[in-house]
């Protein structure tokens, strides 16, 4: 994949990079939906969609509280499902190594994250007098910096894990030795367990919880039988 | 307007365009996020067009003021943020005494950042998303997954960002009483529930999606799965499940690949 034709799927990831922090937190940088965004936009919505979901599993070890430092989803999603998407279909190796190009940009893509952060705090000290002064064009300013250095942030992150991953994956996947139905459950297997862990994690200390953890296996066991 | 004390729900006006403005510019609180005074910078840039209305318009002292002391330090969920964003409009706009904001500006952050924590990213964002999980298990089409997500989770988002501006603005300093409501106060505990509920069916279910046919396959993921969501119960706190998970795959492509 070249420069050029990684830019579309680099201006999705700009945007849904954005929706992270900075605007308009509407949760389209939530892996399903980036993930099945970027799908469409190769033209194989399903295979977004099905990356999408592993994803989303893994990301919900990750939720985005306070000040803590987490892995960006919005672009990775979009990483994920544009490779994912554009491999042919029932190749055994797609779904694992676009899984793992997915969370590496997401790695990389959260330590961006910082380092704008640590960008805006310096543009802030720069202009403290002003903001101290109550220079309202100083205060827009600095919001709509950190905003547009964010969208940029999403752009390249997306262009150059495309750039990167993309050739990389077509190449694991032309060298790929494991039968499709064993590499599909080792996604899964890690997928479920991450998505497990992180489950207890949150809903430990909910009252009588695993009652109801139990009484949804019970509906879905009496959905497979039927 | 002078050095006075906000009734609790007084009527309060502002004109609508303020209002949409600020409701807009809410969904833009973290654009200029940072470690150094983490979303009061959004706080003050959500607060100016309200600001505008004080005496003097922008070019007033009480304008410069207020839009100074609104953009310093603040810490709290992006979502709630917009009660003090609605009670802090309403005590400048009162005129209450810059001294008697300040601390009230100091105590409202740490209970809207634990609350909304709580509340949305803790129940309902992980509910969200295993409701759209299960909707996939169930067989459904990529529109009809993402656009449940997006509808249910952003019901809830719109609706807290609203209440939020509105109870703040309604009842200004008094506005700590609103947090004891039972929806943030419970809300999360039943959403817990019905999020464990929905992973129990959710999550079988997609996981049978993703492998396709074979029962035996599937039984012997769950186990696998069992025995690894224990062994990351034992790690707690010392390990990340995604970093985990990063270094297994990583692994299994390297041996995929050499093999």
Known sequence: MNFLEALPIALLGALLGLDVVSFPQAMISRPIVASTAAGSFIGNPPAGLLIGVVLEMIALDTLPFGASRYPEWGSAGVVGGAIFASQPESMPGALPAALLAALLTASISGWSMVVLRRMIASRLERTRDRLEDGSRN?????????MTLDLLRGLLVTLVAMVIFAPLVKAIVAVWG??????NAVVVVIAAVVAGGALWKVFHSVHRVLWFFFAGIAVWALWAIK | MGDQVTAPNTPFRLPVRTRIAMGVRLLALQGSWNYETLNGTGVGFAMEPALRLLPGGVKGEQYRAALARESRYFNAHPYLASVAVGALTRAELDGVDPTRIERFRTALAGPLGSVGDRL??????PFCSLVAIGVFGAGGSPLLVVGT???????????LRAWGLRIGLARG????????????RQGPLYIGCAAALVAGFALPLALERIVGPGRVILGGIVATAVVGIFLLGRLRERAEGWRIALGVLAVFVLYSVLT
Do not use: C, K, Q, R
Not at chain 1, 138 to 146: D, I, K, Y
């Open chain 1, 178 to 183: 494991t039968e499709s139905a064993a590499s």
């Open chain 2, 120 to 125: 949305v990213w803790a129940s309902w964002l």
């Open chain 1, 138 to 146: 100083a205060l827009v300013s600095l919001h709509l910096t950190g």
């Open chain 2, 173 to 184: 300093l008094n506005v700590a009483s609103a947090l004891g409501t039972p929806v943030l």
């Open chain 2, 149 to 159: 997500f997006l509808l249910l989770y952003n019901a809830g988002h719109i609706l």
